[in-house]
């Protein structure tokens, strides 16, 4: 079973960047959807983005030209790229990898941006 360790988060003033990754026990090059979702203080999860095993991705509206999400199979590790972040970014970030034997989720890391 493929476990995943999210890292990366931490505090920014609003308008910086952070870089998280996603980082797997066991090879994801089998893979067939990564995604990145958040959670706020008193909200529900919802989805950031993701990307397919082919390359193409897919964002949520409100993170659309800012975030960025990549791979990198050779370190079995998934990122997510944060650009121009806003207070409204801040909640615990995380990581699911959808794999034909089922998916498997991250336990999460926090990003505050502070105004």
């Known amino acids: 079973q493929v476990q995943l360790v999210e890292s990366g988060g931490g505090l920014v003033q609003a308008g910086g960047s952070l870089r998280l990754s996603c980082a797997a026990s066991?090879?994801?090059?089998?893979?067939?959807?990564a995604g990145w979702y958040r959670q706020a203080p008193g909200k529900q999860r919802e989805f950031v983005g993701d990307?397919?095993?082919?390359?193409?991705?897919n964002y949520a509206d409100s993170v659309k030209g800012r975030f960025t999400i990549s791979t990198d199979n050779a370190k079995n590790t998934v990122y997510l790229q944060m650009n121009s972040l806003k207070p409204e970014d801040t909640a615990v970030y995380y990581c699911?990898?959808?794999?034909?034997?089922?998916?498997?989720w991250g336990q999460g890391t926090q990003v505050t941006v502070s105004s």
């Open positions: 990307i397919t095993s082919g390359g193409t991705t």
């Open positions: 066991g090879n994801i090059i089998k893979f067939i959807r």
């Open positions: 699911k990898i959808d794999f034909w034997s089922g998916s498997v």
